[in-house]
Nanobody, 122 residues
Framework: QVQLVESGGGLVQAGASLRLSCVVS????????MNWFRQVSGKEREFVAA????????YYADSVKGRFTISRDNAKNTVYLQMNTLKPEDTAVYYC???????????????WGKGTLVTVSS
């Protein structure tokens, strides 16, 4: 069983930064492509960012490109999401997800964390 545990969420003002972390409880962490999604209450979950198992490839949603950075530390079984210049519209529950396939689809993810709430006030 693979467990993903997110942390780092909180309440910040617009323009601030936050760094989310997701620790994966699996020695084969480096086999998984890692992703971040987010969901606003009452709306569908949306893709935010992805990073390949090696860290050599990243991909971002247009809405966060240039402001968010995804990275990973395979020695620590951890993936990060550095979020800069936060906007009120970034307010959401952020989830990390893992899969051995490179897919940016919510439906393609095998493992999910329980999420961490990010609230950005104006």
């Amino acid at each position: 069983q693979v467990q993903l545990v997110e942390s780092g969420g909180g309440l910040v003002q617009a323009g601030a930064s936050l760094r989310l972390s997701c620790v994966v409880s699996r020695r084969t962490f480096s086999s998984y492509h890692m992703n971040w999604f987010r969901q606003v209450s009452g709306k569908e979950r949306e893709f935010v960012a992805a990073i390949s198992w090696s860290g050599s490839t990243t991909y971002y949603a247009d809405s966060v490109k240039g402001r968010f950075t995804i990275s990973r530390d395979n020695a620590k079984n951890t993936v990060y999401l550095q979020m800069n210049t936060l906007k009120p519209e970034d307010t959401a529950v952020y989830y990390c997800a893992a899969d051995t396939r490179w897919t940016l689809s919510e439906n393609g993810m095998t493992y999910w964390g329980k999420g961490t709430l990010v609230t950005v006030s104006s």
